[in-house]
């Protein structure tokens, strides 16, 4: 949430109105204390306009309306009177002491009114920013079926241990993280993943807090306790978010530090010096301060990026997009160009074994057992896949013994005695081992738009170092990842660029069907963070999207870091700056377009609030607005900034 410090002189229009969110039974009381007001004023008004009763009456009516409206005011304006910060509290109530000094008594009263309805729209319209959040925390059930004993018990979701199987019957919400033990079902993962469709989910599957479990009934083993679930971690991150303020607030709060008292001053001299210089009534120039007083209130560009912010990050976390804070979403708006992981992002993470190729008289069985032995010890997709393969087709092979990585390139251990290594066709030219043959080989492999896993000896003093063969592994591309790059350039971004550590030609391959702009292949780690750099040097603002562990380093390095797919996984949404909880690139393009409208929002709220300041300080001055037209004005602003802020919540752009 938005965080201020309490009685902080840049709040505006009240600490709860922009800080904290009113409780209910605080904005109970603050909803019978302005109706009362409303009513007394009114009250007033009526017997004004009749001619009925006294005009002692009418000023005891109006004297109530401004004790009724001003009770939660007044306070405020006498500790930053004490603490010599004054804010607007303090402009409000100087104006309406001065009113009532000169006898303005029904102004008076309704700029009281008016003020404390302007206070209560602004807490509604931000704690509706807020309530979608908020409503998360009762997505999960507070209870479990848990199985104790032989028989399933009804427990507390924060009594369940990690470890233990719950139930979860069709058609009730998942109430903790874990994974299917038993059954089959459709599963509604909205809430966590924004995906519009349910998810068959089946044995193996991990299901999450707050997810709709469909027709069938699961045993759930739990993974993750209540205070650590996928959910809790959402609910904890969008608050942690709402708390940092964003450069335009920044700005904001600076400026309202510096023109509350610069605007006591400027009315206290319009008060002071026409009388004084030019022999004008005492009466009418003060009467003009009063009402520059209450325009200067800067309410509406205070109010103007919070609710902006909060409205952008509640919109996108409603949709599986969790956002780390107001900052990263001004910046989302600013993106010129976008640098893209293959594996996992552009394709689907789930590479095959498409093919294996003896080279040197090595059997089959024999390449997939190095491969595998060498493979076993990474989570890399592709060493993944070699090892998945060699268990489908009965290979036997046992951990390789001294392995060591070479980031970007493979990896190397002693299998059988033997030391082999296992890479990418960069680590064939960098140990000197790749003929023609070799050459040839993986030219063909890579001309189908597949990577290749080189076996072969490594070079050490009894061995030259040699290949033995060549396994080509295949990559779905994402069947939506075309359209995805085509709404990512829609929503603004200039290029796209793919880095990767694969080869080239399968690179530029995938780059070609999917309409990416650049395509870089044979990057290390390093070279990724270069050309992230050198894109910052040209476009300034850079995202870069990736899985979050594996291209921690790149995303560091950009704008923004996005990360794929974080749903159940810890690491990518703690290390991205944004984390997509589904495996849906157009969910980048839509974070984009949402990051430039709060953008375009910010700077229209920001520039339609000083504007009409000015315009309306100007008309005060020259003696053209009266209290009432002040407050009607700062209030109207107030409430068309908050309406424009609360647009971003309405439903999201449809690519």
């Known amino acids: ?17 922009c800080g904290e969110p009113v409780t209910g039974i605080a904005r109970k009381r603050r909803l019978v204390a302005v109706s009362a007001s409303g009513v007394l004023v009114l009250t007033g008004l009526l017997t004004q306009w009749t001619a009925i009763g006294s005009d002692a009456m009418r000023v005891g009516l109006y004297l109530g309306a401004i004790i009724a409206g001003g009770w939660f005011i007044f306070p405020k304006a006498v500790r930053a009177a004490r603490r010599l910060a004054p804010d607007m509290n303090l402009l409000m109530t100087v104006a309406v002491l001065g009113a009532a000094l000169i006898g303005e008594w029904s102004e008076a009263a309704m700029v009281v009114f008016l003020f404390g309805l302007a206070e209560l729209l602004e807490a509604f319209s931000v704690n509706r920013a807020r309530h979608a959040i908020r409503s998360l925390m009762a997505l999960a059930p ?5 199985r104790r004993g032989g028989v399933f018990q009804e427990v507390p979701v924060a009594d369940v241990a990690v470890g233990e199987i719950i139930m979860v019957k069709s058609g009730v919400r998942v109430p903790l993280d874990g994974d299917i033990m038993v059954g089959a079902s459709s599963v509604n993962q909205a809430p966590i993943t924004g995906e519009s469709m349910p998810v068959e989910k089946s ?16 045993d759930v083993r739990v993974t993750k ?49 026409p009388p004084l210089v030019g022999g004008y009534d005492w009466t009418t120039w003060f009467y003009r301060a009063l009402v520059l007083l209450v325009i200067a209130c800067p309410c509406a560009l205070v109010i103007s990026t919070p609710v902006s912010v909060v409205s ?30 293959k594996t996992g992002t552009i394709t689907e993470g789930r590479p095959q074994v498409m093919s294996v190729r003896s080279v040197n008289g090595m059997t089959e069985p024999e390449i997939v057992h190095v491969a595998a032995a060498i493979n076993i010890h990474s989570d890399h997709p592709v060493a ?32 059988d005695d033997h030391h082999y290594f296992v890479g990418n066709h960069r680590l064939t030219h960098e140990l000197a081992v790749c003929s023609e043959d070799t050459e040839r080989i993986l030219a063909e492999i890579e001309q189908l738009g597949q990577s290749v896993v080189v076996v072969g000896h490594k070079p050490h003093d009894d061995c030259p170092g040699e290949v033995l063969g060549v396994i080509a592994v295949g990559d779905k591309i994402r069947s939506h990842a075309a359209a995805a790059i085509r709404f990512v350039h829609a929503a603004g971004i200039k290029r796209v660029t793919m880095l990767s550590g694969d080869n080239q030609r399968t690179v530029d391959k995938i780059a070609g069907e999917v309409g990416i702009d650049e395509a870089l292949g ?8 270069a050309h992230v750099r050198r894109m910052l040097a040209e476009y300034r603002y850079v995202g870069m999207v990736g899985d979050g562990v594996n291209d921690a380093p790149a995303m560091a390095a950009a704008s923004i870091g996005i990360a794929m797919g974080a749903a159940g996984s810890d690491t990518a949404i703690e290390t991205a700056d944004i984390a997509l909880m589904e495996d849906d690139l157009g969910k980048v393009a839509e974070t984009i377009h949402l ?12 520039a339609f609030a000083i504007i009409i300041k000015i315009i309306f300080l100007a008309l005060a001055i020259a003696g053209y607005a009266t209290l009432w037209l002040a407050i009607v004005a700062d209030t109207g602003a107030t409430l068309v900034v908050i309406a424009n802020a609360l647009r971003l919540l309405r439903p999201a752009r449809k690519y």
């Open 522 to 529: 044979d990057l290390l780690p390093s070279d990724k963070i």
């Open 595 to 606: 990051g430039r409208r709060t953008l375009r929002i910010i700077q229209f709220n920001i």
């Open 142 to 146: 507070e209870t479990a079926l848990v």
């Open 225 to 273: 306790p209540a205070s650590d679930s996928t959910l809790a971690k959402i609910i904890h991150l969008v608050e942690e978010a709402q708390e940092q303020k964003a450069p335009s607030q920044r700005f904001v709060d600076q400026f309202a530090k510096y023109y509350t008292p610069i605007v006591m001053v400027l009315a206290l001299l319009v008060f002071l010096l």
């Open 384 to 415: 993944r896949a070699v090892v998945d393969y060699a268990v489908a087709t009965d290979v036997a092979f046992s951990r390789g013994e001294q392995y060591r990585s070479r980031p970007g390139s493979g990896a190397e251990a002693v299998v």
């Open 1 to 17: 949430m938005v965080q201020r410090k309490k009685n902080d002189p840049t709040v505006c229009c009240g600490d709860d109105a």
């Open 203 to 218: 044995v193996g599957d991990r299901v999450f807090a707050g997810a709709i479990n469909g027709e069938g009934s699961l």
């Open 312 to 341: 952008g990050l509640t919109a996108m976390a409603r949709r599986g997009v969790l956002i780390k804070g107001g900052a990263l979403l001004e910046t989302v708006g600013k993106l010129r160009a976008l640098a893209v992981d």
